[in-house]
């Protein structure tokens, strides 16, 4: 310890030896997502887009060379929160990946030492279900139940983070904060959208940066910050065009997988730099050490002997991935290593770039210094990985439009020894198309469609082109050609329960239930998580009168989709027809506890409670279906029968009488029994 402390000393007479530091100190982590590191003042931007944070790296330790081990949000997430490479870790993209529950993060071992932890997630990449809420007491990602949002603004997320710090902070607490305004699309609110409005990226990054200062603004306030230890981290950056890639997630260049990365350790007060290679797996282990704890095996390091003045090793090989296209489209994956001078990128035109001469890595030097770039390769585990093992199911039904509303596709191709030849950078106007057509969907359907068969005019037979132009041919009614397209998209082996469960609707409209069966079987093969796709072999199968097939099915969707009310209700349906009546009232339970508004469940909930004579509780039920939709002539008849049976003549005659109204011809024999029971009331 004592060499340590001198060195610090020596170093910077106020960064207080950090493993001098006593566990109990507040700890606060925020990763702000897609932040370039050049677009930082510390980091020598000249925007002044960043003067809180510029302010806050004046009191903290600046590394320079700080690389993500993989340029996707959740992906690197759970590297930052575990310390392990994504192969251990075992999450590569965004779409279906979940941490398994086996694995240790940073929160399990930070709460372990007696610290209250919370998370406040800032977009839907990070959602409670990619398994990333393990050892948070509180997970703040609620805003995320409402169908369709994908993100809040920076602002809202320090509020919520600032309001739990409030009532914790007598203790040990551990705060994770995730900013992710600077994410794709680019919205800045105002006035940051006007000061920046040739540059919206950047606009945004502003905004971050002054919730960012309000944030430590009031962590001073209330006296937390001074003795925190703060870590502020990117997850990745942004490529904004470089190399062709508009985005992130594909390629491993700096703009993209050099992040900024400054920790400030208790009472600290003035600035470092450490310009040796660190990895975001540093955080996690860092971190816990500061809490008194740690995390055994793993590939992060502790940063605290850098921090502490330790010299470093310029020449270690900071790991990065991609793996983004090589899941969804076979290509294949990239991998690379970068020391502080080099970066060598492993693809089949292998890359070498000299990061000191040429900082924008357009010169590709591996043909000068083929040994080194040999040496740098084997500093990489020895064999790409295969990644299909690891898919877990989806985390909602609408997941996918909402990772596609951020940009990101889903969907995977199997690859062959052919499509792995393919280097992602010989394909990226192919790539570029896609992204233009997944950005356009919504706001532009057809220039979509003309960037995807561009996409498929550059590539023929890339399977994401042919799903996506398929889809729009099924939705267009063109069936035939729908079809054709999903078919060619299958024999280039791209996968995707979608292509198979619109095959089965077509399929059905052309009666051909054998090749719906087919198709849906097929889907389920491919993802037994598709709840869609099972609901719907599930229908086919009771339409047919296979109730053993069709109770499989249906709970074989429930499992995969626990929260969802459909299956429960199919299965209900099932069991009445077979005349397990109390089976079926407990599955049609099932169904309005997962939702109360839906009035089919709710009508033959009521159904069945007057068959069994508790007219009170059918007419609860037959309220509800009625409050979900009130014209619903079922339901109507239902509950003035059940107020009948209760003697509540007046209602009882309302209800006939709006029934009587409202029920379509298919009814004339319950409307005649209607006008019956009415002349009978009014006989009385
Ligand atoms: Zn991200």
Same mark, same amino acid.
């Given at each position: 310890?004592?060499?340590?402390?001198?060195?610090?000393?020596?170093?910077?007479?106020?960064?207080?030896?950090?493993?001098?530091?006593?566990?109990?100190?507040?700890?606060?982590?925020?990763?702000?997502?897609?932040?370039?590191?050049d677009?930082?003042?510390?980091?020598?931007?000249?925007?002044?887009l960043?003067?809180?944070?510029?302010?806050?790296a004046?009191?903290?330790?600046?590394?320079?060379?700080?690389v993500?081990?993989?340029?996707?949000?959740?992906?690197?997430?759970?590297?930052?929160?575990?310390g392990?490479?994504?192969?251990?870790?075992?999450?590569?993209?965004?779409?279906?990946?979940?941490?398994?529950?086996?694995?240790p993060?940073?929160?399990?071992a930070?709460?372990?030492?007696?610290?209250?932890?919370?998370?406040?997630?800032?977009?839907?990449?990070?959602?409670?279900?990619?398994?990333?809420?393990?050892?948070?007491?509180?997970?703040?990602?609620?805003?995320?139940?409402?169908?369709?949002?994908?993100?809040?603004?920076?602002?809202?997320?320090?509020?919520?983070?600032?309001?739990w710090?409030?009532?914790?902070r007598?203790?040990?607490?551990?705060?994770w904060?995730?900013?992710?305004?600077?994410?794709?699309?680019?919205?800045?609110?105002?006035?940051?959208?006007?000061?920046?409005?040739?540059?919206?990226?950047?606009?945004?990054?502003?905004?971050?940066?002054?919730?960012?200062?309000?944030?430590?603004?009031r962590?001073?306030?209330?006296?937390v910050?001074?003795?925190?230890?703060?870590?502020v981290?990117?997850?990745?950056?942004?490529?904004?065009?470089?190399?062709?890639?508009?985005?992130?997630g594909?390629?491993?260049?700096?703009?993209?997988?050099?992040?900024?990365?400054?920790?400030?350790?208790?009472?600290?007060?003035?600035?470092?730099?450490?310009?040796?290679?660190?990895?975001?797996?540093?955080?996690?282990?860092?971190?816990?050490?500061?809490?008194?704890a740690?995390?055994?095996?793993?590939?992060?390091?502790?940063?605290?002997?850098?921090?502490?003045?330790?010299?470093?090793?310029?020449?270690?090989?900071?790991?990065?991935?991609?793996?983004?296209?090589?899941?969804?489209?076979?290509?294949?994956?990239?991998?690379?290593?970068?020391?502080?001078?080099?970066?060598?990128?492993?693809?089949?035109?292998?890359?070498?770039?000299?990061?000191?001469?040429?900082?924008?890595?357009?010169?590709?030097?591996?043909?000068?210094?083929?040994?080194?770039?040999?040496g740098?390769?084997?500093?990489?585990?020895?064999?790409p990985?295969?990644?299909?093992?690891?898919?877990?199911p989806?985390?909602?039904?609408d997941?996918?439009?909402?990772?596609?509303?951020?940009?990101?596709?889903?969907?995977?191709?199997?690859?062959?020894?052919?499509?792995?030849?393919?280097?992602?950078?010989?394909?990226?106007?192919?790539?570029?198309?896609?992204?233009?057509?997944?950005?356009?969907?919504?706001?532009?359907?057809?220039?979509?469609?003309?960037?995807?068969?561009?996409?498929?005019?550059?590539?023929?037979?890339?399977?994401?082109?042919?799903k996506?132009?398929?889809?729009?041919?099924?939705?267009?009614?063109?069936?035939?050609?729908?079809?054709e397209?999903?078919?060619?998209?299958?024999?280039?082996?791209?996968?995707?329960?979608?292509?198979?469960?619109?095959?089965?609707s077509?399929?059905?409209?052309?009666?051909r239930?054998?090749?719906?069966?087919?198709?849906?079987?097929?889907?389920v093969?491919m993802?037994?998580?598709?709840?869609?796709?099972?609901?719907?072999?599930?229908? @086919? *199968? &009771?339409?047919r009168? %296979?109730? #053993? +097939?069709?109770?499989?099915?249906?709970a074989?969707?429930?499992? =995969? $989709?626990?929260?969802?009310?459909?299956?429960?209700?199919?299965?209900?349906?099932v069991?009445?027809?077979a005349?397990?009546e109390?089976?079926a009232?407990?599955?049609?339970?099932?169904?309005?506890?997962?939702?109360?508004?839906?009035?089919?469940?709710?009508?033959?909930?009521g159904?069945?409670?007057?068959?069994?004579?508790?007219?009170?509780?059918? @007419? *609860? &039920?037959?309220?509800? %279906?009625? #409050? +979900?939709?009130?014209?619903?002539?079922?339901?109507?008849f239902? =509950? $003035?029968?059940?107020?009948?049976?209760?003697?509540?003549?007046?209602e009882?005659?309302?209800?006939?009488?709006?029934?009587?109204?409202?029920?379509?011809?298919?009814?004339?024999?319950?409307?005649?029994?209607?006008?019956?029971?009415?002349?009978?009331?009014?006989?009385?």
């Amino acid at each position: 310890m004592l060499p340590l402390t001198l060195a610090a000393c020596r170093a910077n007479r106020t960064v207080q030896a950090p493993d001098a530091i006593p566990p109990g100190r507040p700890i606060i982590l925020i990763t702000i997502d897609t932040l370039r590191a050049d677009r930082l003042g510390s980091y020598g931007s000249r925007l002044g887009l960043t003067p809180a944070l510029d302010r806050f790296a004046q009191r903290a330790t600046r590394f320079s060379a700080a690389v993500s081990q993989v340029p996707l949000t959740l992906a690197a997430h759970t590297t930052l929160l575990t310390g392990l490479h994504p192969a251990r870790h075992g999450v590569r993209t965004n779409d279906r990946f979940r941490l398994a529950s086996h694995v240790p993060t940073l929160a399990e071992a930070i709460r372990g030492r007696g610290y209250t932890t919370a998370a406040f997630i800032g977009g839907y990449p990070l959602i409670a279900s990619s398994g990333l809420s393990r050892g948070f007491d509180r997970y703040d990602d609620e805003f995320l139940k409402k169908p369709g949002v994908v993100e809040r603004p920076a602002d809202d997320v320090v509020d919520s983070a600032l309001g739990w710090i409030e009532q914790v902070r007598s203790g040990p607490f551990f705060a994770w904060v995730h900013l992710f305004d600077p994410h794709s699309p680019y919205t800045p609110p105002p006035p940051f959208a006007a000061s920046h409005s040739g540059a919206p990226y950047d606009g945004e990054v502003a905004y971050t940066d002054a919730a960012a200062g309000r944030f430590f603004e009031r962590l001073q306030r209330l006296d937390v910050f001074t003795h925190a230890t703060v870590v502020v981290v990117a997850d990745h950056g942004e490529s904004l065009g470089e190399h062709g890639e508009r985005t992130h997630g594909t390629f491993l260049y700096d703009s993209t997988v050099r992040v900024p990365m400054l920790v400030k350790t208790p009472d600290s007060s003035a600035s470092r730099v450490v310009d040796v290679p660190v990895e975001v797996a540093d955080v996690a282990p860092t971190l816990a050490a500061l809490a008194g704890a740690s995390l055994s095996s793993i590939d992060g390091q502790s940063l605290l002997p850098l921090i502490g003045g330790a010299p470093g090793d310029p020449d270690r090989p900071a790991y990065a991935e991609s793996y983004y296209q090589n899941i969804l489209l076979g290509w294949s994956p990239l991998r690379a290593v970068r020391t502080r001078r080099w970066k060598f990128v492993e693809a089949p035109r292998a890359e070498l770039y000299d990061l000191e001469a040429d900082p924008y890595e357009r010169q590709n030097r591996i043909d000068d210094h083929a040994a080194l770039a040999a040496g740098l390769g084997r500093a990489l585990p020895a064999q790409p990985d295969s990644v299909a093992a690891h898919r877990a199911p989806a985390a909602a039904a609408d997941s996918e439009d909402r990772l596609r509303s951020l940009g990101y596709v889903s969907g995977s191709t199997i690859a062959t020894a052919a499509t792995r030849a393919i280097d992602p950078k010989d394909r990226v106007n192919v790539w570029a198309a896609i992204e233009d057509g997944v950005d356009k969907m919504t706001s532009d359907p057809a220039a979509a469609q003309h960037a995807f068969t561009r996409a498929l005019a550059l590539d023929t037979g890339n399977g994401l082109a042919l799903k996506y132009l398929g889809d729009w041919s099924f939705r267009d009614g063109r069936l035939h050609e729908a079809r054709e397209r999903y078919q060619r998209a299958i024999a280039a082996g791209f996968r995707h329960p979608d292509v198979f469960v619109n095959l089965a609707s077509i399929a059905e409209r052309e009666s051909r239930i054998e090749d719906v069966r087919a198709a849906l079987a097929d889907a389920v093969r491919m993802d037994a998580s598709d709840a869609d796709a099972w609901n719907r072999l599930g229908l @086919l *199968e &009771a339409r047919r009168g %296979a109730a #053993a +097939a069709a109770r499989n099915a249906f709970a074989n969707a429930i499992a =995969a $989709a626990p929260d969802r009310a459909e299956p429960y209700y199919n299965l209900a349906i099932v069991e009445r027809r077979a005349g397990n009546e109390a089976l079926a009232q407990a599955r049609l339970r099932d169904a309005v506890a997962r939702n109360a508004a839906y009035p089919e469940a709710q009508y033959e909930l009521g159904t069945g409670y007057l068959l069994a004579k508790q007219p009170d509780r059918a @007419l *609860e &039920a037959y309220r509800a %279906a009625l #409050a +979900a939709r009130p014209d619903s002539p079922e339901a109507l008849f239902g =509950a $003035a029968r059940a107020e009948l049976d209760l003697g509540r003549i007046d209602e009882a005659r309302r209800d006939y009488e709006r029934f009587v109204r409202v029920a379509p011809a298919q009814y004339r024999q319950q409307v005649a029994a209607a006008r019956e029971a009415l002349r009978e009331m009014s006989a009385r």
